[in-house]
């Protein structure tokens, strides 16, 4: 059984090789072999060529500068389909796996199989270095039908459906991959793992949390949105950059999944862009 872990990689040289020194320190199955796919997006504190010193057994792919997290995934998707392995694991080069983690999806995987008869991807938590408190995992809207409040899903000891998910640790079957495909190219930066969750779960599959917390991982991404502080030109760039609000890309998952909040989401990143004193004093993200 081989899993394919998946990862991109741009200017966190000392991080990346953290993570890679995590993969590798796995207790698995006799019978479960890893092949690392990673693409470099032409780091300047070289990266890819310190992982190919410490870690030759890495398939190392290249970037131009501009593929930011989605585009980067993809490109490793790509090369790793090509190899046609049982299960592919998602995961963010600054995130640092604990030993029994790729066990622990594994195990998930099969279990809900079983229990449910149908495929699904198993979601991994991870807990912030610095507070100790869940940064990155499972998540479920408390209204269904509308994109706004979200809670985080977690059990220390049971499986967890939720209704989207992060891709820090994202374990997915090759089954799902065969019929849904990757990372929508819809997305340049984010929301391409809260899309592919979605997806999944329309097209019939789980989504399952596993136990516990399976690696840490800070949450460093801070407010999402620009201060009154800013110029009006920063803030407008904020809102079509990226890795800022990524106006066209939001508004577009906001019409393929929750068509009914798009006019209310429409509005609040106008708001924010136009009257961030709003966010300011109140602290809204």
């Excluded at 290249?62 to 694991?89: C, D, E, I």
């Excluded at 803030?235 to 068509?259: D, Q, V, W």
Aim: charged content about 20%; hydrophobic content about 40%.
């Amino acid at each position: 059984m081989t899993i394919a872990v998946l990862l991109t990689t741009f200017n966190r040289k000392e991080k990346t090789l953290a993570c890679l020194q995590c993969i590798y320190q796995q207790q698995l199955p006799e019978d479960v072999l890893l092949d690392v796919f990673l693409t470099d997006d032409n780091s300047s504190d070289g990266t890819a060529d310190a992982v190919k010193k410490q870690f030759p057994q890495v398939n190392i792919y290249h970037g131009n500068g501009s593929l930011f997290w989605a585009g980067g995934m993809r490109k490793t998707w790509q090369y790793a389909v090509n190899t046609q392995p049982n299960f592919y694991l998602l995961l963010n080069d600054d995130t640092l796996l604990v030993d029994t983690a790729i066990s622990t999806l594994l195990k998930c995987s099969i279990d809900t199989r079983r229990k449910n008869d149908k495929a699904a991807i198993c979601v991994g938590s991870t807990a912030d270095n610095e507070t100790g408190k869940i940064s990155y995992g499972g998540k479920n809207l408390v209204d269904k039908n509308s994109w706004g409040k979200e809670v985080f899903v977690f059990s220390e000891t049971d499986y967890v459906d939720c209704d989207f998910a992060n891709a820090n640790i994202l374990f997915v079957p090759a089954k799902i991959v065969g019929n849904i495909g990757i990372l929508s190219t819809a997305f340049t930066h984010g929301l391409a793992d809260y899309d592919y969750t979605l997806k999944a779960k329309k097209a019939g599959y789980g989504l399952v949390v596993a136990p516990g917390f399976l690696g840490t991982c800070i949450d460093d991404h801070g407010n999402n949105w620009k201060s009154a502080n800013t110029t009006l030109k920063e803030r407008l760039a904020y809102l079509k950059s990226p890795k800022g609000l990524a106006y066209h890309e939001f508004l577009g998952f906001i019409k393929e999944h929750f068509p009914k909040s798009y006019p209310a989401v429409f509005t609040k990143l106008w708001l924010k862009t136009l009257f961030p004193v709003i966010w300011d004093k109140f602290k809204h993200k």
